[in-house]
RNA sequence: CGAGAUGUAGUGUAACGGUAGCAUCCAUGCUUUGGGAGCAUGUAGUCAGAGUUCGAAUCUCUGCAUCUCGACCA
């Protein structure tokens, strides 16, 4: 049955992707705009989310001796112009505190776009020698970029984020480490997010400001278009030069040290959004989810509302009991004095990986409705192997979620070897590979005429001689090209 | 910041320059209940400022906000 109205009716994807985007966000609860332009105010269920992430990231960082740490989010401006790159970078979008106290501030204070030049200030006392090495530090902060246009989660005025810095003793030891979080990342995004990724290298144009190079986490969302979901630089020995990070080697000489830094923003959970959910809400991969399972019970007399209530939140401990994929299952029994119709509408735009549903004739045959988020699919499932079931079930979307993107991605990324073909496999938004003659003036007439950028040189891609599709000149490698959000 | 569009209860909409109305939400009560229920009562609104006018939600200007497309970007 249809309903007649409501609130939060979501747009098809396939009529208004961005507001689809937008009015997921809207139904699951998870954001609001702030007063402040272009900031976003992030609501209990999306900070759930990104508390999910802090959690399994820091376990990660751990593992690999990665300590956190908190540096101040106001910077002097002398700092932010020691590195020349990394100044012309972020300088027109940095915000500038010129007043307090009362007073005009001699120097001013910029507030962090990121905190390579305040964490570097200090690094320069904490290392004196290779023995001090590597620093491996991590923070978790808030920053502000001055963006001109702003979407929640994707963009936003201030965006909560951890930034990790490291300090090596080589430039090998360096751009191995942050090759090595990358693949961090990948894992994060493909065994937690249920998100596919293609890791490669940055161009030189699109770089990060003040790195050696940059790689990337490049993700195709349900349009077609790319999303970079998480960095890593190497930053070679730039910003060590600037601050003078220096220390004493084995052979006693004083040499410069060889840095790392890299990042993964609340943009991730807008990759979540725009990667998983449906045109009936959002879809919360269970590893990622604050509640797993929701037991609605469905009371058509009001006089069995206490037996049915019981039931549900006795079923509901049990279940607590058990675990998937290594976590606790957590299980929400709704006992709101709503019709179950309404609840099932409402878990289902937040994303609740799996529904349960109890009344009388379950009661009566020792049974529960077990219905997947995912498919949508029901099954009856007897009482007695419900914990198994859900446990199964789990594990099943958890897969389901990350094979469906991936099957997304591959069907609609192509090979092409001309211009023709480029354009208008840009039309029918792929993902594509495509020679490149490496030069960023052929990237940039690229983008000028396409809206198409170079979003990485993926680093599986394997050598193969061919003619570049704008210019016909000699390429060694396919590049990723596509839009991106 | 450039081009365009739009601003009316929490949400979605209506009102020729002439009493701001409807639906929904929310609150209360009753009846209901295997996919957004029904009835009754109640709360709540013209983005802000200036101008034109006897009278402005409506016309004009300015500002602000949101959306779309560019430029910038995690």
């Known amino acids: 049955m249809e309903p007649k109205n409501f609130e939060n009716k979501i747009t098809p994807r396939s009529e208004d992707y961005s507001q689809w985007y937008l009015d997921i966000i809207a139904a699951a609860d998870l954001a609001d705009y702030s007063p402040v332009k272009g900031c976003m105010i992030i609501k209990p269920n999306g900070y759930a989310i990104w508390e999910r992430v802090q959690e399994v990231l820091n376990k990660k960082f751990k593992s690999y001796g990665v300590k956190n740490a908190y540096f101040p989010m106001l910077i002097p401006e002398r700092l932010l112009k020691r590195e020349a790159q990394h100044v012309e970078g972020f ?111 940055k161009s030189e144009s699109e770089k990060f400001a003040g790195a050696l190079k940059t790689y990337t986490c490049e993700a195709m969302m349900q349009d077609g278009k790319a999303l970079q979901i998480a960095t890593s630089h190497n930053l070679g020995d730039n910003f060590a030069r600037a601050f003078e990070i220096k220390f004493l080697n084995e052979e006693n000489n004083e040499v410069y040290g060889w840095q790392t830094s890299w990042g993964l923003s609340t943009r991730s959970i807008g990759g979540l959004i725009m990667t998983h959910s449906d045109d009936k809400g959002l879809v919360v991969p269970p590893k990622m989810a604050s509640t797993h399972v929701v037991i609605v019970p469905i009371i058509p007399k009001p006089e069995s509302r206490g037996e049915i209530e019981t039931k549900a939140l006795e079923l509901g401990e049990l279940l607590k009991k058990e675990t998937f994929l290594d976590q606790d299952i957590l ?12 609840k099932y509408f409402e878990w289902e735009k937040k994303g609740v990986p799996v529904r349960i549903e109890i009344g009388p004739k379950d009661i009566e045959k020792n049974s529960v ?35 469906r993107a991936l099957v997304m991605r591959t069907e609609n990324t192509v090979e092409v070897n001309s211009w023709d073909e480029f354009v208008s496999a840009l039309e029918d938004r792929k993902f594509i590979l495509a020679h490149w003659d490496g030069t960023a003036e052929t990237e940039k007439m690229i983008k000028d005429e396409t809206g198409a950028t170079i979003r990485c040189i993926p680093m599986d891609q394997k050598a193969e001689e061919g003619k570049c599709i704008k210019s016909g000149n000699a390429s060694k490698t396919r590049v990723l090209f596509a839009k991106a959000h």
């Open 331 to 342: 299980v929400h029994v709704d006992v709101r004095d709503m019709r179950h119709g309404e």
């Open 369 to 403: 409705v077990v219905v997947r988020r995912d498919t949508g699919e029901k099954e009856i499932v007897a009482m007695e192997n419900l914990n198994a079931k859900v446990s199964e079930v789990l594990d099943l979307i958890q897969v389901n979620l990350y094979e």
């Open 91 to 201: 300088a027109p979008e940095v915000a500038v505190v010129t007043h307090a106290g009362g007073a005009k501030l001699d120097e001013p204070l910029i507030v962090r776009p990121t905190s390579e030049t305040i964490m570097y200030e200090v690094y320069k006392d904490w290392i004196h020698s290779y023995r001090d090495l590597p620093l491996l530090i991590n923070q978790w902060a808030n920053v502000i970029r001055w963006e001109m246009k702003t979407k929640p989660f994707l963009r936003t005025t201030e965006f909560l984020w951890q930034e990790g810095h490291t300090v090596h003793k080589d430039l090998q030891e360096a751009d191995i480490f942050a090759q090595k979080m990358l693949h961090a990342y990948k894992e994060f995004f493909a065994d937690y997010m249920a998100i596919p990724v293609i890791i490669g290298v």
